[in-house]
């Protein structure tokens, strides 16, 4: 009788009779199924082995590299750079009867910050938040420009009422109360930094606030500039797999911030110092560096976790307004107790 030649797509190889095998219920060392349950030592043994390939599978797996962009990276240097030459001059050109020219270049920076960390967090009822965040930019601006005395107590209080307001409009449909705890930070996280924005028209109205404004924003777009540059040409070492960014490009970032905070300190008038531009710049270029840097580890998470923004535009200009927004709250402390 000629031997048979066995089939490619036979279902019953020696791998598949295995695996069948050892789903069977219970087995005799006979052969025969006998229905009793194996020793103890044999099953810890193959229970043992199963763990062993899970580990081995899982450490096998490789984590994907997502390489990074040279000409996206340029573009938000560029982004960056542009970002703070238009917040600078329009400090530089603020006067006590220019004020309203500045506060509307600050608006339309909150309402790109908006756009960006609306559409890329997505919270919960989404329209209500925006809504309430550009009518806590306008009563925020309004209160920068008009108010007797400049000071930050009135940003907080829009502050806090405009996050009560989002929150209880996140509480009317069923569906966006189901993500509600989830979306506390990220809520809170959109509207302090609109709110932050105005804090640069309140110092343009403190004695020495124009020129803390030129340093601090100075060393915030040099820190984020350069980084993105550097990374779109040295990328190394990573950070993580999963985030387009370099070690290289965050330090030596944060470091040419603090030299050109420290360039300015050494030009303008008292009460500035070398000194003094120099610890500026290294406050809010090391917070504007990480900023920017956790800004890519939540873009990172959402796309691990399969959420994406709708509009990549929005995705890409958080990095730069979330470094000059939340910059700010540290530079008005600096400039109000450090500087005078």
Same mark, same amino acid.
């Given at each position: 009788?000629? =031997?048979?030649?066995?089939?490619?797509?036979?279902?019953?190889?020696?791998?598949?009779?295995?695996?069948? &095998?050892?789903?069977?219920?219970?087995?005799?060392?006979?052969?025969?199924?006998?229905? &009793? @349950?194996?020793?103890?030592?044999?099953?810890?043994?193959?229970?043992?082995?199963?763990?062993?390939?899970?580990?081995?599978?899982?450490?096998?797996?490789?984590?994907?590299?997502?390489?990074?962009? +040279?000409?996206?990276?340029?573009?938000?240097?560029?982004?960056?750079?542009?970002?703070?030459?238009?917040?600078?001059?329009?400090?530089?050109?603020?006067? @006590?009867?220019?004020?309203?020219?500045?506060?509307?270049?600050?608006?339309?920076?909150?309402?790109?910050?908006?756009?960006?960390?609306?559409?890329?967090? +997505? @919270?919960?009822?989404?329209?209500?938040?925006?809504?309430?965040?550009? &009518?806590?930019?306008?009563?925020?601006?309004?209160?920068?420009?008009?108010?007797?005395?400049?000071?930050?107590?009135?940003? =907080?209080?829009?502050?806090?009422?405009?996050?009560?307001?989002?929150?209880?409009?996140?509480?009317?449909?069923?569906?966006?109360?189901?993500?509600?705890?989830?979306?506390?930070?990220?809520?809170?996280?959109?509207?302090? !930094?609109?709110?932050?924005?105005?804090?640069?028209?309140?110092?343009?109205?403190?004695?020495?606030? %124009?020129?803390?404004?030129?340093?601090?924003? %100075?060393?915030?777009?040099?820190?984020?500039?350069?980084?993105? =540059?550097?990374?779109?040409?040295?990328?190394?070492?990573?950070?993580?797999?999963?985030?387009?960014? !370099?070690? %290289? !490009?965050?330090?030596?970032?944060?470091? =040419?911030?603090?030299?050109?905070?420290?360039?300015?300190?050494?030009?303008?008038?008292?009460?500035?110092?070398?000194?003094?531009? &120099?610890?500026?710049?290294?406050?809010?270029? !090391?917070?504007?560096?990480?900023?920017?840097?956790?800004?890519?580890?939540?873009?990172?998470?959402?796309?691990?976790?399969?959420?994406?923004?709708?509009?990549?535009?929005? +995705?890409?200009?958080?990095?730069?307004?979330?470094?000059?927004?939340?910059?700010?709250?540290?530079?008005?402390?600096?400039?109000?107790?450090?500087?005078?």
């Amino acid at each position: 009788m000629p =031997l048979s030649v066995p089939r490619d797509n036979d279902s019953w190889d020696d791998d598949v009779s295995r695996e069948i &095998a050892r789903s069977a219920p219970g087995r005799s060392s006979s052969g025969f199924y006998a229905g &009793a @349950p194996e020793p103890a030592s044999r099953i810890g043994g193959r229970g043992g082995e199963a763990a062993e390939d899970d580990e081995e599978e899982e450490f096998d797996e490789e984590i994907p590299v997502v390489p990074v962009r +040279r000409q996206l990276s340029v573009a938000i240097a560029g982004f960056a750079g542009l970002l703070g030459i238009g917040l600078i001059l329009g400090a530089q050109t603020s006067g @006590p009867d220019a004020r309203l020219s500045y506060a509307i270049v600050v608006f339309g920076v909150q309402l790109l910050y908006i756009l960006a960390f609306t559409m890329a967090i +997505r @919270p919960p009822a989404a329209g209500t938040v925006a809504g309430v965040c550009v &009518a806590a930019a306008v009563a925020a601006d309004y209160l920068a420009v008009s108010s007797e005395s400049a000071g930050i107590l009135p940003l =907080l209080a829009v502050a806090a009422i405009g996050y009560v307001l989002a929150v209880v409009g996140q509480q009317l449909r069923s569906e966006d109360r189901l993500r509600f705890r989830d979306s506390l930070s990220g809520t809170l996280l959109i509207v302090v !930094g609109v709110v932050s924005f105005a804090q640069l028209i309140v110092l343009t109205r403190k004695p020495v606030g %124009t020129q803390a404004v030129l340093v601090c924003l %100075t060393a915030v777009a040099v820190a984020v500039l350069a980084a993105h =540059l550097i990374d779109a040409v040295f990328p190394k070492p990573r950070i993580a797999p999963q985030v387009p960014r !370099g070690a %290289t !490009g965050v330090i030596v970032g944060a470091m =040419l911030g603090t030299l050109a905070a420290a360039m300015l300190g050494r030009v303008l008038v008292l009460p500035f110092t070398p000194g003094k531009g &120099a610890v500026l710049g290294f406050v809010v270029a !090391g917070i504007a560096g990480l900023v920017d840097l956790a800004v890519n580890y939540s873009e990172a998470g959402r796309r691990m976790a399969g959420s994406t923004p709708t509009f990549w535009v929005a +995705r890409h200009m958080q990095g730069p307004l979330g470094a000059f927004a939340l910059v700010l709250p540290g530079a008005y402390v600096m400039t109000v107790f450090f500087l005078t």
